[in-house]
């Protein structure tokens, strides 16, 4: 890199041989829209702002990303790819069913709570209705590829006898829903902080816990609860 | 009603005498706004669309409305305070520990999971840049009142000595996260439809069995699972 965007545009202009290979600018493309996505939430003049980060001309940057619908494609099957890699590289292992649910699940919320994921949904729905295949394809590979990959793992647990759940796949939506929900929410519209690692653990194990066990008293159940005072 | 949009104007220009009160107005508005946002999703153009619809000049909508801001708030406090009026209602009484959970939860992912809603949430997130404040007023009517009243209740459940709960919030917002996510998500980024009266009660009664009683089989649990195939 080293280079001022400046430079980079004047190499540009005079045609010189190109010093990078387009895999390296491409990676430097996206990682110059991942900062913009940070900082301005990647808006309408996105791209221009996109190609200086990047030090490029925004010809070049056209010529390898023809529209901001497919740098953001770009960008989102990036992040998934390597939430799969990593996701399979876990998923695998001898564990006890609370250790494997934890390592799956704290590795799904880490990665759906991550500031990147959470400002790449911002301006996805944003913009959805001008790219809406883009939301679909992030919807496809975000929540459909983990709760299958966890419904999977589940129907293997009541295999083996160490649970006893009907239908995996909902089971598997229910877990991504209390890890997810509330925080990516409250990111979404209030621009609250994210939860930090030690805050998703925590929450990781309390969703297990309950998921595992119930909360329910073991006194018999028939009992009535006494009327809740209105405030 | 009656009358058509455009002797509706004229009238207006002619500066004859409002034959309705400025409330009949406003809620004529707001169903002509509430039923813009379902076809189109309440565009840049939706203010002039509105006015047509409720067959008023833009002049009087911008008198009872100032701006799309406003008309977009007083439709969301609108559907809040119906929620909170109705959910009230619902939430005295003298019941079980499951039956409590499934009137509130039922009644309230009725509301989350309304088409009417999930437009406006579409609407909110894209238009968020422009009013960051209603997006923040959203989150803090929908889930903060809900999860409010329902870890109430879950307190009131964990004094009586129905369920072990450690922090009752967290609960509230595992239980909201498990009805509400996945379809809701799904709807918002892939515009698949809304689930069913039928599905959403399916959906609730899973629900509650899993925070109630858990999935543990009753086997020991130190066992090892066997290692997961790899597809």
Redesign the interface.
């Known amino acids: 890199m080293g280079m001022s965007a400046a430079d980079n545009r004047k190499r540009a202009y005079r045609g010189r041989p190109r010093l990078r290979s387009d895999e390296e600018t491409r990676s430097i493309v996206l990682e110059a829209a991942r900062r913009e996505l940070q900082t301005t ?1 990647f ?1 309408a003049t996105g791209m221009e702002v996109v190609a200086r980060r990047a030090g490029i001309s925004t010809k070049t940057l056209y010529r390898l990303f023809p529209s901001k619908a497919e740098l953001l494609r770009d960008l989102v099957s990036e992040h998934f790819d390597q939430f799969a890699i990593e996701f ?1 590289l876990r ?8 250790v ?1 649910l934890n390592q799956m699940l704290s590795f799904y919320a880490g990665f759906a709570l991550h500031p990147d994921l959470v400002s790449l949904q ?1 301006v ?3 913009d ?2 001008n790219f ?1 295949e883009l ?2 394809s ?3 590979a975000g ?1 459909i590829r983990m ?1 299958g990959d966890l419904s ?2 589940l129907r ?2 009541v295999a ?8 995996c796949e ?2 598997a ?2 877990l ?7 925080p990516q ?2 990111a ?4 609250k902080p994210l939860p930090s690692r030690r805050q998703i653990e925590q ?1 990781v194990r ?2 297990i816990a ?8 073991s ?1 018999p ?8 005072e ?2």
């Open positions: 939430g808006n399979n998923r695998s292992g001898l564990v006890e069913t609370e494997g911002r996805i729905l944003q959805k209705s809406p939301a679909a992030f919807y496809a929540i709760a999977k793992w293997d647990q083996c006898g160490f649970i006893h759940v009907d239908d909902q089971a939506s229910f991504i829903g209390m890890v997810v929900f509330e929410f409250a979404l519209y209030e621009g929450q309390s969703c309950l998921f595992l066990d119930g909360c329910r008293a006194a159940t028939g009992a009535l609860s006494r009327p809740v209105r405030n």
